[in-house]
C-alpha cells in the first residue's frame, strides 16, 4: 500500500485497500490471516485491516495520516491458515 500527499499541509485519514486472490480455492475460509511488515514499509502507522475473508482471497484496508508532499508506504507478507 501507498500514500502519496502532493499538498503543502498534512492530511489524516486518508483512505486506501486492495484485494488479495489466493493462487488456489482454500477448502475453507481461513480461520487466521496475520500481515508481517517488510524493514521497507516507511511512515506507515501499524497494519492493514482485514476485511471480508473467504476462501478465494480477501480484502484490506487502512487510514493514515500523511505529512505534506509526503508518503507513506506498507510492504510485507500475509499469512493465512485454514
Known amino acids: ?3 502519496s ?3 503543502t499541509v498534512a ?5 486506501g485497500g ?3 486472490t489466493f493462487r ?11 500481515f508481517s511488515p517488510s524493514a521497507n514499509s516507511g511512515s506507515f ?8 475473508p473467504d476462501r478465494d482471497g480477501f480484502a ?3 487510514f493514515q495520516t500523511v505529512p505534506a508532499l509526503g508518503a507513506a508506504y506498507w510492504f510485507g507478507t500475509y499469512t ?3
Open 1 to 3: 500500500m501507498q500514500y
Open 5 to 7: 500527499n502532493s499538498d
Open 11 to 15: 492530511h489524516s485519514d486518508m483512505a
Open 18 to 20: 486492495g484485494s488479495v
Open 24 to 34: 488456489n480455492r482454500l477448502p475453507a475460509t481461513p480461520s487466521s490471516i496475520t
Open 45 to 52: 502507522v501499524g497494519n492493514p485491516t482485514l476485511f471480508l
Open 60 to 62: 484490506f484496508y487502512s
Open 80 to 82: 493465512a491458515v485454514v
